[in-house]
């Protein structure tokens, strides 16, 4: 049945009002960008209201604004996505998002912003504004076009079995198949690769995880390459079976020594893909450690907020571990000292975590 305008209305009237809690924000968020998918003039409705969002005085409320507008792959959303990148007066971790958003949106329009900031002031928003342009340029290869219909294929036909498919989020860089990873180390060793093996879902295995690690952990690769082999180990963990799961996932985690604060936020948001329960101490770790970068705290947060009561199945989410959780969540939700953006995520998480499981054993926090 059409949503009526009126439905709209009320969506933005509770998106933008600040005195409602942030949870609820971010529920009819979710709701305002599933209506988007019905139609045309939801979707072009939803640019607007979203748009509308920016001069909140949430960091994380804004940051994710940016993210599901470049989720909704619309060029109208460049406008508004571009003057938040050139607003120096938004925080980082919102102006890195709208950056990110042009890449998943993909037009070569944007590429000369893009290339603007390259030189900004802060190391996130370089890093980010480069994968976005490498994303761009890859895409309009042939070989990019054609990973992209497939992608968009398969999600229209829901084919869940295509692992590329499977996850819907648009991947800040397309994951690399094992042979263009085995080429990737080779050529970091000046060396010729005799891999020649084929660059289908098939080679998301336990055994190509070992060309994805090397190029995962090589600081003097790209970031654009290693965030492709991040997300084929994503893959790997996702198709491969239960042993390759745990593997990759412990793969993915070591990642978090970097020294790009980008690529550890980007782990943890991996990380909240998969819900693997031996991804629960690297990202207890993360929450807990009141040194590690802002940004990828709240990622880490919102990580654990999925991790539900039943992965104990794993044997590795025991009561304890996912009581471990909550109270790490609880603890930094209620800590006026620790940085909003961080506090704002354990909140979003803990809700939910209790929309997950059992709400009868949780009570909302306030903030
Ligand atoms: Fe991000
Ligand atoms: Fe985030």
Known sequence: MPTSTSNMDKLEASLLDRSTPLDNRFRTLFTIKGLATSSDDHLARAIQIISKGFSDDSALLK???????????????????????????????????????????SCPS????????????????????????????????QKGKE?????????????????????????????MSSSEAALAAAAALEAD???????????????????????????????????????????????????????????????????????????????????HPASIPSMLDVLNDEKEHEMVRHEAAEALGGIVEESSQEGEASKDGFQNVFDSLKRWAEDMECPRVVRESCVVALDEMAYNNDPNQFQRVEV
């Open 63 to 105: 940051h994710e604004l940016a993210y599901v507008l470049g989720q909704l792959e619309d060029v109208r959303a460049l406008p508004v996505l571009r003057s938040v990148l050139s607003d120096l007066g938004q925080e980082v971790m919102v102006r890195h998002e709208a950056a990110e958003a042009m890449g998943a949106i």
């Open 110 to 141: 944007s590429l000369p912003i893009l290339n603007e900031y390259l030189n900004d002031v802060d190391v996130s928003v370089r890093e980010t504004c480069q994968l976005a342009i490498q994303k761009i340029e890859f895409d309009n290869t």
């Open 147 to 175: 990973i992209r219909q497939r992608n968009k294929l398969a999600k229209s036909e829901n084919k869940i079995g295509d692992v590329e498919a499977a996850f819907a989020p648009i991947d800040p860089a397309p994951a």
């Open 193 to 275: 690769s005799k891999d020649q093996d084929d660059s289908s879902s098939s080679s998301f295995t336990l055994e190509s995880l070992p060309k994805f690690r090397s190029v995962y952990l090589d600081p003097s690769l790209s970031l654009f390459e290693r965030y492709r082999a991040m997300f084929s180990l994503r893959n790997v963990a996702h198709s491969g079976g239960r042993e390759a799961a745990r593997e990759a996932v412990l793969c993915l985690a070591e990642g978090l020594k970097d020294s790009s604060a980008l690529f550890r936020h980007e782990i943890c948001f991996v990380f909240g893909e998969l819900c």
